[in-house]
């Protein structure tokens, strides 16, 4: 099973800010890689797919990058909305995996 | 409209079984696959079950924690995904959320829609 290490575990920003968060994979991924967004009381979003395309309607201030084990989500310039909890997630090799997120939390 | 609404979540004993149920909306049902994803109240996400098309044998793929107790199943008729959970332990206590991947044009099949989840609390 391939594990996804994220870090932080908490980021601690403030609005404006640039946010840059890891996910490093246990073997290479090739860029099968997500990254999604999850708010109190919601369901997870997607943000990214394939490492560094931006889903549907997604600002942007988001951007992924990375291939094989290590990868990255950057937000530019946070705003209010964007503090929230994101999770990286492989879909190369079952079973697909999550990372066990990191909390982006105002400063 | 895309909806995912996930129903069927309840306290259960130890042992007992339950099934889950994903009505959808709003698209094809019978194009996408589909997922069961959970969640324990405060901590990370865990992938569980997956289901492919008609078109791929409707094969489906299980995680090795739920492997021979839970079973995923759909019905193209219906537009309806379902999760048996048979056995149940107390660590299976979380939200089940059902998932839509997306075709490989538009996002590369992976998840893009998800239901608000449905609560399953195991418990004597």
């Known amino acids: 099973e391939i594990v996804l290490t994220q870090s932080p575990a908490t980021l601690s920003l403030s609005p404006g800010e640039r946010a840059t968060l890891s996910c490093r994979a246990s073997?290479?991924?090739?860029?099968?890689l997500a990254w999604y967004q999850q708010k109190p009381g919601q369901a997870p979003m997607l943000l990214i797919y394939?490492?560094?395309n931006r889903a549907t309607g997604i600002p942007a201030r988001f951007s992924g990058s990375g291939s094989g084990t290590d990868f990255t989500l950057t937000i530019s310039s946070l705003e209010p909305e964007d503090f929230a909890v994101y999770y990286c997630?492989?879909?190369?090799?079952?079973?697909?995996?999550f990372g066990q997120g990191t909390k982006v939390e105002i400063k | 409209e895309v909806q995912l609404v996930e129903s069927g979540g309840d306290l259960v004993q130890p042992g007992r079984s339950l099934r889950l149920s994903c009505t959808t909306s709003?698209?094809?049902?019978?194009?996408?696959?589909m997922s069961w994803v959970r969640q324990v109240p405060g901590k990370g996400l865990e992938w569980i079950a997956y289901?492919?098309?008609?078109?791929?044998?409707?094969?489906?793929e299980h995680a090795a924690s739920v492997k021979g107790r839970f079973t995923i199943s759909r019905d193209d008729s219906k537009s309806i995904a379902y999760l048996q959970m048979n056995s149940l332990k107390t660590e299976d206590t979380a939200m089940y959320y059902c998932?839509?991947?997306?075709?490989?044009?538009?996002?590369?099949?992976?998840?893009?829609?998800w239901g608000q989840g449905t609560l399953v609390t195991v418990s004597s």
């Open positions: 289901i492919r098309t008609k078109d791929y044998g409707v094969t489906t």
């Open positions: 073997q290479s991924v090739s860029s099968y």
């Open positions: 394939d490492a560094s």
């Open positions: 997630h492989q879909r190369s090799i079952w079973p697909r995996t």
């Open positions: 709003g698209f094809t049902f019978g194009d996408h696959r």
């Open positions: 998932v839509r991947d997306c075709s490989g044009a538009t996002c590369n099949y992976y998840f893009d829609y």
